[in-house]
Nanobody
């Protein structure tokens, strides 16, 4: 069964760092993209970053570029989101997701499977 489980969220002060993890299981396709999304209260879910399993290519939203880094360990079926220089505006529930495409971006509607989310709260 397909499963995505996020972990690593928590409460940090502005300027701090967190690393989110996404454990993926049940995926037999190599031609997939793993995305990170976030949703703050009252706002739509927005794309943060993504990484293609096949070649490791990445993409970032402008709002996080230079601060966040997405990476993967395919042998462990793990994807990570390293978040540095966190700002209160980064506060949201963060989700990992899988698109059954090797060329997906960070449009939420490209993604087929979703994790349960992990809360990230950045205090000022």
């Amino acid at each position: 069964e397909v499963q995505l489980v996020e972990s690593g969220g928590g409460l940090v002060q502005a300027g701090g760092s967190l690393r989110l993890s996404c454990a993926a299981s049940g995926f037999t396709f190599d031609d997939i993209t793993i995305g990170w999304f976030r949703q703050a209260p009252g706002k739509e879910r927005e794309g943060v970053s993504c990484i293609a399993k096949s070649d490791g290519s990445t993409y970032y939203a402008d709002s996080v570029k230079g601060r966040f880094t997405v990476s993967s360990d395919n042998a462990k079926n793990m994807v990570y989101l390293q978040m540095n220089s966190l700002k209160p505006a980064d506060t949201a529930v963060y989700y990992c997701a899988v698109a059954l495409s090797g060329v997906a971006g960070i449009n939420r509607f490209e993604y087929d499977y979703w994790g349960q989310g992990t809360q990230v709260t950045v205090s000022s």
